[in-house]
């Protein structure tokens, strides 16, 4: 797996980002007069022009229902789709394409995990294991299971820096452990978890895991069968590709067992009044007409990533990181919040006494672009004792000029509230 914190190989080639950044039509405009400085890919990430075009496409010369109809559209709209599955498939190294299951994000593939392993699995007095810096949607959707079934929510503690405590995570997996659920990539830190050592630890003690790869996916290399995990979360829109789509990966003999989660069409082999039974994998977890542009965009999300290659995107984003951090830091008052060892492209902080919500106005005023708030991590930001933060975030589209551009904007920040 390529971390962006590991140092760079020699012969890993280079990004051109200039050239890059003319396949993204949104970054060449002025906002409030200013070039738009884009520092919120953690939120969203921006669209090329090759996923903008293959949507168009689609509903330019292919819209039709998939996998019903008899007529050419509905054959070239189900190819599409298809197609976009085993982009998935080889994208994240997975075994099989019926481990994929296109959803709506991760929000709703994490909701699917627990409505219908957790459902099926999870009895009174057994355990979920989460960790402190999950989003909400690693925290919720066990939280409401864990109301339903009388089972407990244990949280594995972080230090500081916002690094997982692994001997109390591991202390943590008990007998009653039904899954542990845990993040890739902190969306409000940044850092990486060392998810080899983590799943290894788990699957000692026959607990399945199940990572959150929102944050991760638009950086790192994946690969399912290298990981070993049994559910592998991520949405579309952060990977360059569309809203409205998500990936859940999920180990064969895990799906195989699941129930269904929604009822309808497609996900049915056969309907009477008496009985239902269901289709096999992966449309047994695919109800109803599903997002075939989202997917068809999603697709053409992944090709365009990997025609750049995750080797040049990580050296690209690991540079960037390593340089955004040192010139954060030689800002006057200014505090990064998430400073592990292994880090992926987010730059969360505070600067000084000045409430998050007014650097983001400042910032927006110059057409910098960042997030600011608790980042739907209430907990984390609890845990950390601050109410919320500043973000910026990276994508390969970023350069330093984004950076000089930020650190400028922070010293008008300064400026005004000094
Ligand atoms: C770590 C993490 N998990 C889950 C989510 C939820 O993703 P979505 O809103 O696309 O379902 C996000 C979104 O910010 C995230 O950063």
Redesign the pocket.
């Known amino acids: 797996m390529t971390a962006l914190s590991q140092p760079l190989r020699a012969g890993t080639p280079r990004l051109d980002v200039e050239r890059v950044r003319k396949d993204f039509p949104i970054l060449e405009q002025r906002v409030r007069g200013k070039p738009l400085v884009y520092l919120d890919s ?2 969203t990430s921006q669209k090329p022009r090759a996923v903008i075009d293959a949507i168009a496409s689609y509903y330019l010369q292919d819209n039709a229902n998939v996998h019903r109809g008899v007529h050419l559209l509905s054959e070239r709209a189900t190819q599409a789709y298809e197609d976009s599955r085993g982009r998935v498939k080889r994208f994240i190294n997975a075994a099989h394409e019926h481990e994929i299951i296109f959803v ?5 593939a994490i909701n699917l995990v627990a409505q219908t392993y957790g459902k099926s699995r999870v009895r009174a007095g057994d355990e979920i294991l989460i960790t402190a810096m999950e ?1 909400h ?2 925290i919720v959707p066990w939280q409401m299971l864990c109301e339903e079934k009388g089972a407990v929510l244990r949280v594995a503690p972080i230090d500081d820096d916002g690094q997982l405590l692994l001997d109390e995570l591991e202390r943590l997996i008990g007998p009653r452990t039904r899954l542990l659920a845990l ?1 890739h ?3 409000a830190l940044g850092t990486i978890n060392p998810l080899r050592r983590i799943v290894e630890m788990a699957h000692r003690r026959k607990v399945p895991v199940l990572l ?1 790869g ?2 991760a996916a638009p950086h790192l290399a994946l690969d399912m069968q290298a990981l070993g995990c049994d559910f592998y979360a991520f ?1 579309g ?2 990977l360059f590709g569309p809203t409205g789509i ?1 990936v859940l990966y999920g180990r064969s003999e895990l799906l195989e067992e699941m129930p269904p989660w929604q009822g309808g069409g497609d996900m049915i082999s056969s309907v009477t009044f008496e009985k239902t039974t269901y289709n096999k994998l992966p449309y047994k977890f695919e109800a109803g007409t599903p997002d075939i542009a989202g997917a068809i965009g999603l697709g053409a999300a992944i090709d365009y990533v990997s025609a750049l290659g995750l080797s040049a995107i990580a050296a690209h984003e690991h540079d960037l990181l390593a340089y955004a951090t040192e010139a954060l830091r030689q800002v006057p008052g200014l505090r990064l919040v998430g400073t592990a060892k292994e880090k992926a492209s987010v730059l969360s902080f505070l600067l000084g006494d000045v409430h998050p919500h007014d650097i983001g106005t400042v910032l927006d005023r110059e057409g910098i672009a960042i997030r600011t708030g608790h980042h ?1 991590a209430q907990p984390l930001m609890r845990r950390l004792g601050v109410a919320a933060t500043a973000r910026a975030s990276l994508a390969f589209y970023n350069r330093r000029e984004d950076v000089d551009a930020l650190v400028a904007g922070l010293h008008k920040v300064r400026e005004v509230f000094e």
Do not use: I, L, P, Y
């Open positions: 953690a939120a709506r994000g991760t929000t709703e989003h949607s690693n993040a990539v902190s969306n959150d929102a944050q949405s829109h952060k998500g739907c």
